[in-house]
């Protein structure tokens, strides 16, 4: 009796535990970048749930393509982003892309970052944006004002 007792509160904790890890709610996103008013391609554009403003969950992230348009993923694979607040990330990915032929031996970053550096840390993005649940497209727009 004892043990079917036992399995019994375990069937129970593990069923409750299941209910708890329900997906967050997402919202369809879409967008389009520009650097210095020019659509951007090859930029991953990542949305970072901002847990300062009560926002969890996972991130979501897509490429923009030649007319710096992107759609949105989750990391478990679910189009769109967490409703709520984000900061959002930029990086350059024709950083890694250049030809070996066009790199020399002894450089180490001969390409610059069409990015400027703040666009990539969370802390510093002045890109900040609402997710809500219904579908929606944001204009984001990268300033390079400043040394990159």
């Known amino acids: 009796m004892r043990g079917s007792v036992m399995a019994g509160v375990l069937v129970l904790a593990a069923a409750g535990l299941a209910g708890c890890a329900r997906p967050v709610p997402l919202g369809e996103v879409t967008g389009t970048l520009t650097i210095a008013g020019e659509p951007a391609a090859r930029i991953l554009v990542q949305f970072l749930p901002d847990a300062s ?3 969890v969950g996972p991130r979501s992230s897509g490429m923009t393509d030649e007319r710096g348009h992107f759609a949105l993923r989750c990391d478990d694979r679910r189009p769109g982003a967490v409703v709520g ?12 892309n250049r030809p ?9 970053s001969p390409f610059v970052s069409r990015v400027p550096a703040r666009y990539g840390d969370a802390q510093q993005t002045p890109l900040q944006v609402e997710v809500g649940p219904a579908p929606q497209n944001f204009a984001l727009e990268v300033l390079v004002d400043e040394p990159r």
Do not use: Q
């Open 100 to 108: 070996r032929n066009e790199v020399a031996p002894t450089e180490i």
């Open 85 to 96: 607040r984000h900061r959002v990330v930029c990086e350059d990915l024709l950083l890694y």
């Open 53 to 55: 403003a009560g926002t």
